[in-house]
């Protein structure tokens, strides 16, 4: 179950798209003031990603979760960075995404097709598919690398990260 919830800046759209891909309940507002971003964030308990790292300080001060992305970033690089600090999963499954337009709840209504309860857009799982799957793999190839270098090769990986890698 994805249980983490997202709300998104408006610098990064592509990303929004890609959590909701995942299953992943992400807000995403074209154009809204920090403060509203801030409250929404606080009152649903979401996780802040944003490219303005002033907003990022004034989250943090305001208890609310923020993962601070670098501009330019690759899509693979984010999602496998997001995968390892917030575990999000980086397999897509259908029965379980969300409508990339309005984050919405997907319905199934054939074999390959699945419409959004809200706003009625229709997905079909095609020929894009191969394309995402494609980006995850890499997304979790990048994941899985990072795991190798911090366990410092053939080290047994058993019990908890002391979180002093910075
Ligand atoms: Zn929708």
């Given amino acids: 179950m994805a249980t983490q919830k997202f709300i998104v800046d408006a610098m990064l759209g592509k990303l929004a798209r890609w959590l909701r891909i995942l299953g992943y309940d992400t807000l995403y507002y074209r154009d809204a003031e920090d403060w509203k971003i801030l409250k929404k964030a606080k009152d649903e308990r979401r996780i802040l990603i944003t490219r303005d790292r002033g907003l990022c300080v004034r989250a943090r001060k305001n208890d609310v979760d923020c993962f601070f ?3 330019n970033e690759e899509i693979e690089k984010i999602l496998a960075d997001l995968s390892r600090k917030y575990k999000i999963f980086l397999d897509v499954n259908p029965e379980a995404s969300r409508c990339t337009s309005c984050n919405g709840i997907l319905e199934k209504k054939d074999k390959n097709l699945w419409i959004c309860t809200k706003c009625r857009k229709e997905y079909w ?4 598919w191969e394309t995402i799957t494609e980006i995850l793999i890499k997304a979790q190839a990048l994941k899985d690398s990072y795991g190798t270098a ?3 090769g053939s080290k047994p990986t058993s019990g908890r990260k002391t979180g002093n890698d910075s």
């Fill in 69 to 71: 992305v670098i501009p």
């Fill in 125 to 128: 799982k095609g020929k894009h």
């Fill in 150 to 152: 911090e366990a410092g």
